[in-house]
Nanobody
Framework: QVQLVESGGGLVQAGGSLRLSCAASGRTFSNYAMGWFRQAPGKEREFVAAISWNGGNTYYADSVRFTISRDNAKNTVHLQMNSLKPEDTAVYYC???????????????WGQGTQVTVSS
């Protein structure tokens, strides 16, 4: 069992930066690929970024200006978001699951989400 808790969301002006964090509980954190998804009002949840279990591979949605990283010793994963735009406004969710290459096979756990609002 893995529990995921996001933090770091908030209100920021366009062009600004935010760093999201996801703290995971459970001893098997390093077994999982970790990722970030987002859901804007009235839209479906979409993939943002992912990182393999050992941090050796990262994957990003097109045109994303973000960087994903993880620290398996601290059971955390981060999303550094730079040059934010109003269209980045969404609830951002942390996810844990399994990937094959750049494709998600399964997402086993979701966090509760953290709101990111970018004002123009």
């Amino acid at each position: 069992q893995v529990q995921l808790v996001e933090s770091g969301g908030g209100l920021v002006q366009a062009g600004g930066s935010l760093r999201l964090s996801c703290a995971a509980s459970g001893r098997t954190f390093s077994n999982y690929a970790m990722g970030w998804f987002r859901q804007a009002p009235g839209k479906e949840r979409e993939f943002v970024a992912a990182i393999s279990w050992n941090g050796g591979n990262t994957y990003y949605a097109d045109s994303v200006r973000f960087t994903i990283s993880r620290d398996n010793a601290k059971n955390t994963v981060h999303l550094q978001m730079n040059s934010l735009k109003p269209e980045d406004t969404a609830v951002y969710y942390c996810a844990a699951g399994f990937m094959r290459g750049s494709a998600w096979l399964d997402v086993d756990y979701w966090g509760q989400g953290t709101q990111v609002t970018v004002s123009s």
